[in-house]
């Protein structure tokens, strides 16, 4: 099978990029593999497992491209890296692997602050979510709407799917929502992580206080900073912790009032911001770390990369109880939940006071966890059992565009007014020329 | 019977399609059948138009017409074949050739859009599909019927029949040209000529005849043979009455036709009637099934130097080319190419 596979690479700076490269490492053992990239430099151990092509999206060579068995696509919620890929997987159906589901944010970074193209935006709100998605995608290019509240209500993820013939989520829940619209070819496949720690460096733990807390990531407000030093600042036994904190924090006013937050609340001594390292110090700040805290709210529903890494050193982990989290089998986290955030936060902290083996153990879990389900080689063997079936649905993906069209003529004529008798003749016409037999 | 005969046209570009679905009218009507042609303004650009010819076909209803019943469709081209009828017989003269033997090649176009696999998929899924309603499947040739076998893993009979006005060709003595008659096309391969025409070591002059849908095409060969400097020995004449044509046959020293994998080529056949040898390529399809190599007339390699080779070898030997000629007018007749025998056929 011959696969195009358009990422952002290494050295982007998403995970996604990271992910490509733990993946394409074995999926070139049961593909081959084009990686196509919009970037004008990648990272060169990129060619040791697939050929790597530059795209421009005004020149797309499709002759080239239409040599491959399946394009797939990965959809995430920064414009940055995935508006040129989104609208090549509009023209040229493919596999869409989802990072995200709600993707307020990626079209809004699309149409909002890229194009400018408000009409544009709202057409596609009212295609999807009629005359209310109207009304919300107006509302709320005015500013009266949150960002949050149009994620939650309108996620977008069918504009994301246009034209596509499948669909792989890292989410279970997703995958069921996905499947359930029996539309698409949809796969469920855990995200793959490439755990590099062979040893659980836990089994000694280290009792000396404080106890070590790490926060680390890409650090937008949807990870809870603020939160998280609300509730160690009024922690009765705060002095047992330390936090450090690693990663970009990409909003500067946001960066900018963690700072004030850390100095009013009186945590300079236990807080520390390192900001971005590189991956080694990462590596031994996670591998000495005791509890790692991995909150999310609102959640875009995705598949967290940051988990697989913490999972990866065996670290026990405080994380919200919803989306992909929620997921997560119970004795390999410990939940907080989103409304009673401090509150939970510092129970969690007290149990890990009082059995803080008990935390070792979940670690423990949530690696072997990590090593079952996780790895690079059950999600490439899933890739191209999910490709040869997805090439399955490409003549059904024609079937949809053609009721489309069919439709929009009809309407034109008919006033929305159709008997059955009316639309069973074009509805076998095309079953017969799209649905295999 | 009532019978319709359904095939595609482009509008205002004619050529052998649209001569065999005539002739096939002409022989049925013949044989005291009552026939029509249903014929569908093809498009195929942008690609989505060819999705839209796909489903027009398919929604049309050819059961019966003014309250009587129609007894036979016979389908020629795609998507014209795709029509639905109780009894239909299929005589393919190609499939949509962009999505099977072309795909990838600098011939197609298809594959330069962005959705030309999911469009090449449906076409095959809608052609395997109708393969299976059909009472039987002929071919035009066994170039076609290979195709079919290759890509749709169908079994199908290649049917032969005679080109337009076949009794009309004759022979006379030669004037010193070849004669290349054929749409100026990419596929033709003109351009191929013209080359082996610079490359031959004699004063080889070809005449070519028929003109083109796509005038940079046309303009694009004019001024190749300016850069060959050949323009003395490359005529193009443009569009030529049928009767011109079977003129311009008669007199030529050898026919020469090098098209990439044509389907079945009346020219072949047409040479063949004018007791001419016939010079082809090995990839050129269709004209490989009734021409044999220096007993009817000669396949060169698909370079400008092996064409180049068998041109001067035809000019120089000009008894022996007569006799090629000669052999390949017998090597006709022996085929036995006949209408009534196309139709026995295909009245099912």
């Known amino acids: 099978m011959k696969i195009n596979w358009f990422s952002p690479l290494p050295p982007a700076q998403t995970e996604i990029a990271n992910c490509a490269m733990r993946v394409l490492e074995v999926l070139q053992n049961r593909a081959e593999i084009v990686a196509w990239t919009n970037q004008l430099t990648w990272s060169s151990e990129i060619e040791k497992y697939a050929r790597v092509c530059r795209y421009q999206l005004n020149q797309m060579p499709w002759k080239q491209i239409n040599q491959g068995d399946l394009n797939i696509y990965h959809i995430g919620n920064n414009a940055d890296f995935h508006a040129d890929i989104w609208q090549i997987s ?3 159906p493919g596999l869409v692997i989802l990072h995200d589901f709600k993707l307020q944010h990626f079209f809004t970074g699309i149409y909002n602050k890229t194009w400018y193209d408000k009409e544009v935006y709202i057409e596609h709100m009212q295609k999807y979510y009629g005359i209310k998605g109207r009304q919300a995608a107006a509302s709320f290019w005015l500013g009266n709407i949150s960002i949050e509240y149009m994620d939650e209500h309108y996620p977008l993820v069918n504009l994301a799917l246009e034209n596509s013939v499948g669909a792989i989520a890292h989410n279970l829940n997703i995958y069921k929502i996905l499947e359930r619209e029996k539309r698409w070819f949809v796969g469920y496949v855990p995200l793959p992580y490439k755990s590099q720690s062979k040893s659980t460096n836990k089994i000694n733990f280290d009792r000396s ?19 998280v030093l609300e509730a160690l600042s009024t922690f009765s036994d705060k002095n047992a912790f330390r936090l450090d904190i690693y990663g970009r924090i990409l909003n500067k006013k946001y960066f900018t009032s963690i700072k004030e937050k850390i100095k009013t609340l009186g945590l300079s001594d236990r807080v520390k911001i390192h900001g971005f390292v590189e ?14 805290i991995n909150l999310r709210y609102p959640t875009m529903e995705e598949a967290s990369a940051s988990q697989l890494r913490i999972w990866s050193q065996a670290l026990p982990s405080l994380v919200t109880k919803i989306g992909w989290y929620a997921t997560l089998p119970q004795d390999t986290v410990a939940f907080v939940r989103h409304d009673r955030f401090v509150e939970d936060i510092q ?4 149990k890990f006071l009082d059995n803080p083996e008990e935390f070792v153990a979940m670690g423990k879990r949530g690696k072997r966890l990590l090593e079952e389900q996780h790895t690079p080689e059950i999600y490439a063997k899933a890739i191209v059992d999910f490709s040869e079936k ?7 993906s024609v079937g949809y565009q053609l009721i489309n069209r069919l439709c929009e003529q009809m309407s034109d004529l008919s006033n929305y007014q159709f008997s059955e008798q009316e639309i069973k003749r074009p509805a076998e016409a095309i079953h017969f020329l799209t649905f295999r037999s | 019977m009532k019978i319709i005969v359904t095939t595609v046209q482009v509008p205002f570009v004619r050529g052998g399609a649209e001569v065999h679905a005539e002739s096939l009218v002409n022989a049925l009507k013949s044989a005291g059948h009552q026939v029509e042609i249903v014929s569908i303004p093809f498009k195929w650009y942008p690609s989505e138009r060819i999705l839209d ?4 076909s398919r929604l049309l209803d050819l059961s019966e017409s003014n309250g009587k019943k129609i007894d036979l469709v016979i389908g020629l081209k795609f998507p014209a074949y795709l029509i639905p009828h109780h009894n239909k017989v299929l005589w393919i003269l190609h499939q949509h050739r962009d999505a099977y033997d072309l795909w990838g090649s600098k011939f197609c176009g298809l594959s330069q859009y962005a959705n030309g696999l999911q469009i090449r998929e449906t076409i095959i899924n809608a052609d395997n599909k109708v393969f299976h309603e059909c009472k039987a499947i002929y071919t035009n040739s066994n170039t076609v019927s290979q195709r079919l076998k290759k890509f749709n893993y169908f079994n199908s009979i290649p049917l032969y029949h005679p080109p337009q006005n076949a009794e009309l060709f004759y ?20 351009e191929l000529v013209l080359q082996a025409i610079a490359a031959t070591s004699n004063s080889v002059k070809v005449i070519f005849a028929g003109e083109s ?9 004019i001024n190749l043979t300016k850069q060959l400097k050949i323009s003395d020995r490359a005529i193009f004449l443009g569009r030529i009455s049928e009767e011109e044509k079977i003129k311009y046959y008669s007199e030529a020293t050898a026919i020469i036709y090098p098209p990439f994998n044509e389907d079945y080529g009346y020219v072949t056949l047409e040479g063949m009637l004018a007791s001419k040898p016939i010079i082809t390529c090995t990839d050129s399809g269709g004209p490989l099934e009734f021409i044999r190599h220096e007993e009817t007339g000669a396949i060169a390699e698909p370079t400008p130097e092996s064409l180049a080779l068998a041109m001067d070898k035809i000019w120089e030997n000009r008894t022996w080319a007569s006799q090629l000629g000669r052999a390949a007018r017998e090597y006709y007749n022996s085929l036995g190419i006949t209408w009534s025998k196309v139709i026995e056929k295909l009245i099912v």
């Open chain 1, 90 to 92: 509009r023209q040229s």
């Open chain 1, 209 to 227: 206080l404080p106890y070590r807390l790490i926060l680390f990531g890409y650090l937008n407000s949807n990870r809870c900073l603020d939160i």
């Open chain 1, 279 to 292: 991956e080694s110090i990462l590596d031994k700040a996670l591998a000495n770390a005791h509890l790692a």
């Open chain 1, 347 to 350: 129970q969690q902290l007290q």
């Open chain 1, 390 to 396: 997805a090439c399955q649905f490409r003549c059904k």
């Open chain 2, 53 to 56: 010819m796909m489903l027009v």
């Open chain 2, 171 to 190: 022979c006379q003595d030669e004037q010193s040209y070849f004669f290349f008659p054929s749409r100026l096309n990419l596929m033709k391969r003109q």
């Open chain 2, 213 to 221: 849908e796509d005038k940079s095409y046309e303009n694009y060969l």
